[in-house]
Structure formats: structure tokens, C-alpha cells
């Protein structure tokens, strides 16, 4: 059983257009992430939700929405895509939100923008 | 904001050399974990260390917090191609909210 999966798992469209990755995790994790890794590897957190509330928004571009319609799933929405959203994005989970808390991470979306 | 420096941002090796990568913070950390992500693949969690001058192994991988818990290493004995990979170090914001802040990563090459 996956812990952690995403989907797609490729995503390839034009810009300008609306596209949606979905994630789920069956640990039973009360936390879930976005991050958002570029092209050099750099690894950084987009949003976080704790029992489907909002508790980390970075500073993201409006055109992001995440929704979690139930802690189990965390999906994320992308409008008018842009050339600069081609990246891989990972969605992660862990059991709370606190400071010990280690993180279970999907296998990823490459998202690639033309 | 919070960073956790890491270096050095690559690093090739022969097989059966060894290989050391570095966390600092200019600020005390409650913890640091570290990560590694496969070529293609995502990041899966190692190890967590949370007391000063803490020191924990796994078969070839010995891992250390600083005294000061400003800083932490990860050191692989003898490598092996298995071990090729970018090693991410984590550490948790202070105050505020809960946010793991991760590293750049060192990537790990091993010439066999």
C-alpha cells in the first residue's frame, strides 16, 4: 500500500491553462504539505493543513489553491500556469504538526509548463 | 527567516571513499532530521536528532548534532553506488508556525 501517493504523476500543458494534482495519504496523518522542488533541487513548502484547516501559507501566488476536502486528501489547483510553475511538486503528510513530527512524502508531480 | 546552510552542494566520490555533508544555523535548532531522495525519486526521512551532541548510526551512516545545536553532520563510510542521492538536512522554524525548513541539499555522486 502507497503512504503517501499523488497523481498524476507527469503533467505536461500550455500556459495559461488551469490544472489540478491530487494527494492522498492512508497513514492516518493529521498534517498535510505542498512543496514545491525547482530545478536545483531546492525544497520549499508552499502550504500545510492540519485537520483540513489552512495553517501555512507561504507567500504563494494567488493562482495556488490548495483544498483538503477531508484530512486524508490535500489537492492542489493551479490557475493560468506560468513558464516559472514548471517544477516537481511533492505533497508530504505527518502524523501532527509539531516540531518532531517527520515528514512522509508522495513520489511527486513534474509539472512542465510550455 | 530561519536557514540551515548545507554543504557543500556536491560532492563525487569514488566507491570506498567516504563522504561528509553539513548542516549550520545561526540560531539554536530543537531538532534537525535529515532526508534522502533517490535520482527521480522523492525525499524519505533518516534520521531525527534531538539532544546535544547527540550521535547516531545506521550500518555506514553516522549522524551528529553540535554541542550548541547550531550545526549537524552526516558522514558515509564507504560508499557505495547505492548511496548516490541529495541529502537534505530539516529543521523546524522557531515559533510562529510549524514549518520544516530544509536545506539545498548535498548530491551525492559515487564513481564506481
Known amino acids: 500500500d502507497t503512504a503517501v501517493s499523488q497523481t498524476p504523476k507527469y503533467l505536461v500543458t500550455q500556459m495559461g491553462n488551469d490544472k489540478s494534482i491530487k494527494c492522498e495519504q492512508n497513514l492516518g496523518h493529521d498534517t498535510m504539505y505542498w512543496y514545491k522542488q525547482d530545478s536545483k533541487k531546492f525544497l520549499k513548502i508552499m502550504f500545510s493543513?492540519?485537520?483540513?484547516?489552512?495553517?501555512i501559507n507561504e507567500t504563494v501566488p494567488n493562482r495556488f489553491s490548495p483544498k483538503s476536502p477531508d484530512k486524508a486528501h490535500l489537492n492542489l489547483h493551479i490557475n493560468s500556469l506560468e513558464l516559472g510553475d514548471s517544477a516537481v511538486y511533492f505533497c508530504?503528510?505527518?502524523?501532527?504538526?509539531?516540531?518532531?513530527?517527520?515528514?512522509?512524502f508522495g513520489p511527486g508531480t513534474r509539472l512542465t509548463v510550455l | 527567516g530561519q536557514q540551515v546552510m548545507q554543504i557543500p552542494q556536491y560532492q563525487h566520490v569514488q566507491e570506498g571513499e567516504d563522504f561528509t555533508t553539513y548542516c549550520n544555523s545561526s540560531t539554536t535548532l530543537s531538532n534537525i532530521q535529515w532526508y534522502k531522495q533517490r535520482p527521480g525519486g522523492h525525499p524519505v526521512f533518516l534520521i531525527q536528532?534531538?539532544?546535544?551532541?547527540e550521535v547516531k548510526k545506521q550500518k555506514r551512516l553516522t549522524f551528529q548534532f553540535g554541542e550548541a545545536k547550531k550545526n549537524s553532520s552526516l558522514h558515509i563510510t564507504a560508499t557505495q553506488t547505492t548511496d548516490v542521492g541529495t541529502y537534505f538536512c530539516?529543521?523546524?522554524?522557531?515559533?510562529?508556525?510549524?514549518?520544516?525548513?530544509f536545506g539545498k541539499g548535498t548530491k551525492l555522486t559515487v564513481n564506481p
Open positions: 508530504a503528510s505527518s502524523r501532527d504538526r509539531g516540531r518532531t513530527d517527520t515528514q512522509y
Open positions: 536528532l534531538v539532544k546535544s551532541g
Open positions: 530539516a529543521a523546524p522554524t522557531q515559533g510562529g508556525s510549524e514549518k520544516l525548513v
Open positions: 493543513y492540519n485537520n483540513k484547516e489552512l495553517i
